[in-house]
C-alpha cells in the first residue's frame, strides 16, 4: 500500500516502455499514461530503449569501474537520481522483462546511483538504498493465466530492484491478454490511470 503521498506539488517522472512491436498493448498503456501524468501537471520524461537502441550490454571494464562512460547511460543515471518517480510499461517474456529492459536495470540502476555499500575498506559492507522516498510503478502484460505462472515479475520488481532500492513499488500484470476482450482491457487503461492519479497527484492549479 502506498504511503507518504506527497499532494499538489509538481514531480517529473521518468517513463520507460520496452516493447519491439508496433502497435501493441504497451505502447498503448504508456501512451496514455504519459497523457494522464502530462495532465496531472508533472513533467514526464520518455524513453523507447527500442527506439533509442539503448545497449543493454554492461562489459568487464564498465563492470569492474563502477562507473560508464556511455554518455546515453549518463543521462538515464541522472534522470532516475533526480526523478520522483519511475513508471516502466513491458511484456512478459518467460516471467520476465525482455532482455533489453533487464539490461537497462543493469547499466542504470548502479552503486552511486541506485544504492551504495556501507563499510570500511576490506571489511563487510551493508546495503545502503538510494532511492528512498521515490516511486515506482511497472505495469506489465502477459498471456499467461493466474495459474499459470508464479507471480515472479511482481517479486522481481517490487522486493528485488525498485524496492531493495528504497522506492515505494507496485508490478501490476495484465494477465490473459491473449484471451481478454475490448471491454476488459479499457477497464484496464482506466486502472491503470486511477493508479496514477493516487500514486502521482494533481498538482496545485494543473
Not at 145 to 160: I, V, Y
Amino acid at each position: 500500500m502506498l504511503t507518504n503521498i506527497v499532494k499538489n506539488i509538481a514531480m517529473t517522472i521518468v517513463e520507460v516502455i520496452c516493447n519491439p512491436r508496433p502497435g501493441s498493448f504497451n505502447l498503448a498503456l504508456s501512451a496514455q499514461a504519459r497523457d494522464t501524468l502530462d495532465g496531472l501537471g508533472h513533467t514526464v520524461i520518455l524513453h523507447d530503449l527500442y527506439k533509442e537502441k539503448f545497449d543493454p550490454i554492461m562489459d568487464a571494464p564498465e563492470l569492474a569501474r563502477s562507473f560508464s562512460l556511455d554518455g546515453q547511460v549518463q543521462v538515464y543515471c541522472r534522470e532516475l537520481a533526480a526523478a520522483d518517480g519511475v513508471v516502466i510499461f513491458h511484456p512478459d517474456w518467460w516471467g520476465q522483462p525482455p532482455a533489453l529492459l533487464k539490461g537497462w536495470v543493469d547499466r542504470v540502476f548502479r552503486q552511486g546511483v541506485a544504492y551504495d555499500l556501507d563499510g570500511d575498506d576490506y571489511s563487510p559492507k551493508s546495503w545502503k538504498p538510494l532511492l528512498t522516498g521515490k516511486k515506482g510503478l511497472v505495469f506489465c502484460t502477459s498471456d499467461t493465466g493466474d495459474k499459470e505462472m508464479p507471480r515472479t515479475l511482481e517479486t522481481l520488481w517490487t522486493q528485488c530492484i525498485l524496492g531493495r532500492c528504497g522506492m515505494n513499488a507496485a508490478c501490476h500484470v495484465m494477465r490473459d491478454l491473449r484471451r481478454t476482450d475490448p471491454g476488459v482491457r479499457r477497464a484496464w487503461i482506466s486502472f491503470m490511470v486511477h493508479t496514477l492519479e493516487e500514486w502521482f497527484p494533481r498538482k496545485q492549479g494543473a
